[in-house]
C-alpha cells in the first residue's frame, strides 16, 4: 500500500505512447491509469521530462524495453513526490527531485526508485533539472567509474555539443581534465570551447584524430567517451596514451569494425562501456550516491549547469524526436509538462 500525499492525484492520466513502431509521428497522447508506487518506489508528479537518443531508438523498435519497465518512453523527469511505496524512508511528500526512471517520462506522474532521485538544486527550475539525470549518470558512471579519469588528464568526447557531451566537457574540467571534443559544425565546436573544451575540433572539416594528436604533443589522449563507434573505433585506440581507456555508450555508426588490436597490449589500453538500462537497481542506486556526493555540490554552485536547448509540450513530443533526430541541437530538449 503506498502512502498517498495528495488527494488529486487522479485515477487517470495524460501520458505520450509509442503506438507502432516509426517515425516521429507514432508518438500519440493517450489517456492511461495513473501508476501506483511498488516498494521502495515514490509516485512523482512530473514536471518536465528529458528526451534522449535511447527514447528515439525506442520509437523506432530498435531499443527493446526491460520486461520490468514502464513500455511508456522517458527515461528522467523532475518534479514533485506525491506518494510513497511500501518501505520508504529517504523522502517525502512534497519534496522536489530529478529521477532517473525506468521508463514513463513522458506521463503527468511517473515511478521511480527512491535510490535513484535526486533533491533539485535551489537555483534550478524543474525543467532543466529534468535535463540532469540520464546524461549525468551517464557520464558520471562511464568516463569516472568506469573510465577512471583523473585530474591532470585529457578526455577526448566525441559528440560534444550533445547532451552527453555537454555534460561530460564540464565534468572533466571541474575535477581538473582538460577536454578536447568533436562536433560537425564550427557553431558547436566554439559552443564546447565556451563550456569548457580546450580545443572544439570539427570532424566535417579537420581530422580530428590528428587534431588531438597534435594537441597533445604526441603523447595521445587518457580518456576517449565514445558513441560513434563503428570507423571511430581503430582511430580511438591509435589515439590513446599508454594505459589509456576507451569507452564506448553507443553505435551511431555501427557496432562492428576490423581492429588491429596490438596497440591494446603495447600500450595497456582499456577497451570497456555501458549502457545504463540494464544495470542493476543497486547499481543504479550507487551512480546517484556517487553523483550526490561529488557532483550536486557543483550543481547548487552553478559551476556546472545542465545546457536545455529547447522545451516542448508534452503534446508536442514528435516535434522534440524530429529535433533531436536533426541533431540540430546544442544541449538537452525537454518536454515541460509545464507549457
Known amino acids: 500500500m503506498s502512502k498517498q500525499h495528495d488527494s488529486r492525484i487522479p485515477p487517470r492520466m495524460r501520458a505520450v505512447a509509442i503506438e507502432q513502431p516509426g517515425g516521429p509521428e507514432v508518438l500519440t497522447e493517450v489517456e492511461r491509469v495513473t501508476p501506483s508506487p511498488r516498494p521502495g518506489e515514490v ?6 521530462a528529458g528526451v534522449n537518443r535511447p527514447d528515439v531508438l525506442q520509437r523506432l523498435g530498435l531499443y527493446p524495453v526491460p520486461a520490468d519497465a514502464d513500455p511508456l518512453p522517458g ?4 518534479g514533485e513526490i506525491v506518494a510513497l511505496g511500501a518501505g520508504c524512508t529517504r523522502w517525502k511528500p512534497g519534496d522536489r527531485v530529478m529521477a532517473l526512471t525506468h521508463g514513463g517520462g513522458y506521463a503527468e506522474f511517473c515511478r521511480a526508485h527512491e535510490g535513484h532521485c535526486l533533491p533539485v538544486p535551489a537555483r534550478l527550475d524543474l525543467a ?20 577512471g579519469l583523473r585530474q591532470g588528464e585529457t578526455l577526448l568526447v566525441h ?12 565534468l ?3 575535477f581538473g581534465a582538460t577536454v578536447l571534443a568533436t562536433a560537425g559544425s564550427d557553431e558547436k565546436c566554439g559552443f564546447c570551447e565556451g563550456l569548457g573544451a580546450a580545443r572544439g575540433i570539427n570532424y566535417r572539416t579537420a581530422d580530428w584524430a590528428a587534431a588531438a594528436r597534435d594537441f597533445t604533443g604526441g603523447t595521445g589522449v587518457d580518456v576517449v567517451l565514445d558513441m560513434v563507434a563503428g570507423p571511430y573505433m581503430q582511430k580511438n585506440i ?9 569507452v564506448i555508450i553507443a553505435f551511431l555508426q555501427g557496432s562492428k569494425a576490423e581492429l588491429d588490436l596490438r596497440g591494446v597490449l603495447g600500450r595497456r589500453l582499456t577497451i570497456t562501456g555501458s549502457t545504463l538500462r ?5 547499481e543504479k542506486a550507487a551512480i546517484a550516491a556517487g553523483l550526490a556526493s561529488e557532483v550536486l555540490p557543483l550543481l547548487e554552485s552553478g559551476a ?4 536545455v536547448f529547447r522545451r516542448f509540450p508534452l503534446a508536442d513530443a514528435s516535434a522534440a524526436h524530429r529535433l533531436m533526430e536533426s541533431s540540430a541541437h546544442m544541449g538537452k530538449i525537454v518536454l515541460d509538462l509545464g507549457k
Open 43 to 48: 509516485l512523482i508528479r512530473v514536471a518536465a
Open 75 to 78: 527515461l528522467e523527469v523532475a
Open 128 to 147: 532543466e533539472a529534468a535535463a540532469i539525470p540520464e546524461t549525468f549518470f551517464t557520464v558520471y558512471y562511464n568516463v569516472f567509474m568506469r573510465g
Open 159 to 170: 559528440g560534444g555539443s550533445s547532451g552527453i557531451g555537454t555534460t561530460a566537457i564540464q
Open 172 to 174: 572533466a574540467r571541474a
Open 238 to 246: 591509435d589515439l590513446l596514451a599508454r594505459d589509456g581507456r576507451y
Open 278 to 282: 540494464p544495470q542493476t537497481t543497486g
Open 304 to 307: 556546472v549547469r545542465p545546457i
